[in-house]
């Protein structure tokens, strides 16, 4: 579980336009005072405007990791809902730059982007190593 605090921020304006936020996103790119707490935070007071966004990832995910589509799994690691290291190892998804850990930078998080060269290859490369653990 993740908690996310956003305070003297312009939500309120973005709002009254309808520019959100509607995801982790684009309560990062607000202007103001945006802190990634632990979960359970001692009590605070909150004020007008204020955002608390609580999230948690779910038990283990359906089907294939492999068949996950690779933007989606470039938009989790945005949204840091997985590291760099899970979406390279696990989804087989190569991202530039490359991403250690949670991302927190929101400058790195504009960037990034699929290697979709890279990630064919490591799809493949996992592929191969499920199939030689078959063989023994």
């Known amino acids: ?66 068949e996950r589509e690779p933007d989606v799994v470039l938009k989790d690691v945005v949204n840091q809902l997985t590291t760099g290291e899970y979406a390279k190892e696990i989804y087989g998804v190569i991202l530039e730059p490359q991403i250690s850990g949670i991302l927190t930078d929101p400058k790195i998080r504009r960037r990034i982007k699929v290697n979709e060269e890279g990630t064919i290859q490591k799809r493949g490369e996992i592929i191969r190593k499920r199939k030689a653990r078959c063989k023994k």
Do not use: C, H, W
């Open 1 to 66: 579980i993740r908690m996310v605090v956003a305070r003297n921020t312009d939500s309120e304006e973005r709002m009254a336009k309808g520019e959100g936020p509607y995801d982790i996103e684009d309560i990062f790119s607000l202007k103001g005072d945006i802190v990634d707490s632990q979960p359970m935070p001692p009590p605070m007071p909150s004020k007008k405007g204020d955002i608390i966004y609580i999230y948690g990832t779910g038990g283990a995910g359906y089907g294939d990791p492999l």
